[in-house]
């Protein structure tokens, strides 16, 4: 059976289709920096109304490449949340609609699950997969969270941010720098400049296995750096590297220090990590060396599977669809909010 599946929670418009082994045929993603970028940040109005304009391209470019027709399709899967409401209802009417037309079953899932399960994507023959159950990092612009993850419709909450997400905190450190929207790519490759000692930011730990997040305090700290060099005269393109390094160093310590206690308060040896922060290469090295040392089996799927994507979503609505869960009909709304699933 053939999946399509349909990602348009935030800025990004993605299609993917998927058979029922899990292997991704075809992943489109449209994406809105350049949009964006203009304003540092994401418009909620401009992003749902240029998802109306690129919707129908992607999915038909999904299918072309996938080498399918719609009516190839045995079920869809389309993001309900959590997300810009505008964002996710353009996809969600569209599924619906073609529903209707077509008499295609549907699926709705949830955005930060379909994250988590983002490592059972398979696009070659040598794709490792992790076997039930695992601890989810998912990690972010919009969310930072730690699971248990004990099947695709099984997730227990252990942590979240309780403020900026990281990758929320990546963008807004990006801005004072001067580097752009989005910001986790130039602050990855700015960071590999600089001396990550340079200045040792707080880390927001709390106590031992307290598994919530807090980035604010940190972006603070960056500002006030920034501000203090600006006074000055010393803002320089060596000190932006340093502060960059830095910054990343603080974040990245939190997010594996916390994964790892996660892990032992859970007895769990199978850690995933996904989400767009995900692709940080200074996460990945570290996140590597840790559970190396440790004995944890790490999954970290590939790049594009990190960030928003339609394949994500197809294969979770794949196989919840196999379950009987989740079936959408034409009551099914948006639900822009974590905490209404």
Same mark, same amino acid.
């Given at each position: 059976?053939?999946?399509l599946?349909i990602?348009?929670?935030c800025?990004?418009?993605?299609a ?5 082994s899990g ?17 540092g940040g994401?418009v ?6 240029r998802?109306?304009e ?6 038909e ?20 949340g959590?997300?810009l ?7 969600? +009417?569209f ?8 008499s ?6 949830n955005?930060?699950d379909?994250?988590a399960?983002s490592?059972?994507?398979?696009d ?5 997969t992790?076997e039930?159950?695992f601890?989810s990092l998912?990690?972010s612009?919009g969310?930072?969270m730690?699971?248990?993850?004990e099947?695709?419709?099984?997730f227990?909450?252990l942590?979240?941010t309780r403020d900026?997400a990281?990758?929320?905190a990546?963008d807004?450190?990006?801005?004072l720098l ?12 700015l960071?590999k400049?600089?001396?990550a000692k ?10 031992k296995?307290?598994?919530e997040?807090s980035?604010s305090?940190?972006k603070?700290g960056?500002?006030?750096t920034v501000?203090s060099?600006?006074e000055e ?8 590297a340093?502060?960059?390094a830095?910054?990343?160093e ?5 997010l ?5 206690w996660a ?10 990590v996904a ?5 940080n290469?200074r996460l990945?090295a570290?996140?590597?060396?840790a ?7 790490l999954f970290?799927p ?5 960030s928003?994507?339609g394949?994500m ?5 794949l ?5 009987g869960? +989740? ?9 822009p909010n974590?905490d209404?699933?």
């Amino acid at each position: 059976m053939f999946v399509l599946g349909i990602e348009s929670s935030c800025d990004d418009m993605a299609a993917s289709v998927v058979d029922d082994s899990g292997l991704v045929l075809s992943s489109v993603v449209s994406s809105q920096d350049d949009i964006h970028g203009l304003y540092g940040g994401i418009v909620p109005e401009l992003a749902s109304r240029r998802h109306i304009e690129t919707i129908v391209p992607v999915v038909e470019e999904a299918l072309k490449r996938a080498g399918i027709t719609i009516d190839d399709v045995g079920a869809m899967a389309v993001t309900r949340g959590p997300g810009l409401v505008g964002s996710i209802l353009i996809g969600l +009417s569209f599924v619906k609609a073609v529903s209707f037309a077509r008499s295609i079953p549907f699926v709705g899932v949830n955005h930060l699950d379909a994250h988590a399960l983002s490592a059972f994507l398979k696009d070659g023959a040598e794709d490792k997969t992790p076997e039930f159950p695992f601890v989810s990092l998912v990690v972010s612009g919009g969310h930072t969270m730690l699971s248990l993850v004990e099947g695709y419709d099984k997730f227990k909450l252990l942590g979240q941010t309780r403020d900026d997400a990281a990758g929320e905190a990546f963008d807004k450190v990006a801005k004072l720098l001067g580097l752009g929207y989005p910001g986790g790519k130039p602050i990855d490759d700015l960071a590999k400049k600089g001396d990550a000692k340079y200045i040792h930011y707080k880390r927001a730990t709390i106590k031992k296995y307290n598994l919530e997040f807090s980035f604010s305090g940190l972006k603070t700290g960056v500002l006030n750096t920034v501000k203090s060099l600006e006074e000055e005269g010393a803002l320089t393109d060596e000190a932006k590297a340093d502060i960059a390094a830095s910054f990343q160093e603080s974040v990245v310590d939190v997010l594996v220090k916390k994964a790892l206690w996660a892990l032992d308060k859970t007895d769990c040896d199978r850690l995933v990590v996904a989400g767009g922060v995900a692709c940080n290469s200074r996460l990945r090295a570290k996140l590597k060396a840790a559970t190396d040392k440790e004995g944890i089996a790490l999954f970290i799927p590939k790049p594009a599977y990190c960030s928003d994507n339609g394949a994500m979503i197809a294969l979770l609505g794949l196989r919840l669809f196999e379950e009987g869960l +989740s079936i959408g009909s034409f009551e099914t709304n948006a639900l822009p909010n974590s905490d209404e699933f």
